[in-house]
């Protein structure tokens, strides 16, 4: 919420809201085994601003919090599967305490929050053989 006030008088409210981005996702082909980096901007402090699911294939990989980090949120991954064209999705998501588990939301969180987006980024990138 952005104040404009006078004297202790508070003459306009302004809510404002940072939205997620895709910073980056290299490098864009790397060969079975080896680590790439997706980086996204725009967390927030908040349970519903803070926290992101990634997939790998559809397949849950994890999840990755922007809370410490002034909203900046890195993900290092590890290349697997076969060579070819690989999938990740981002998503919102909540973290779910001890169990160390973060639910993934889809049209679920449209619903209670419909800023966000669901799904957020898709990155592919392409695997190649280590022998390559």
Known sequence: MVKLAARDQV???IPYYVEQSLVEAKPKR????????????????TELDNTVAA?????????????????????NLVATGHPGTHLIDIYPAIYKGK???????????????PRLPCP?????????????
Not at 99 to 113: G, I, N, W
Not at 120 to 132: K, T
């Open 55 to 75: 997939t790998y294939d559809n397949a849950a990989i994890g999840y990755a919090c922007a809370f410490n980090s002034n909203g900046d949120v890195t993900i």
């Open 30 to 45: 790397v060969k079975v085994g080896e680590t790439f980096t997706v980086q996204i901007k725009g967390g927030g402090w």
């Open 11 to 13: 003459l306009l409210e």
């Open 120 to 132: 957020g980024p898709r990155i592919s990138i392409a695997c190649l053989s280590p022998s390559d």
């Open 99 to 113: 169990d160390t588990r973060a639910v993934e939301l889809s049209d679920a969180l449209s619903d209670l929050c």
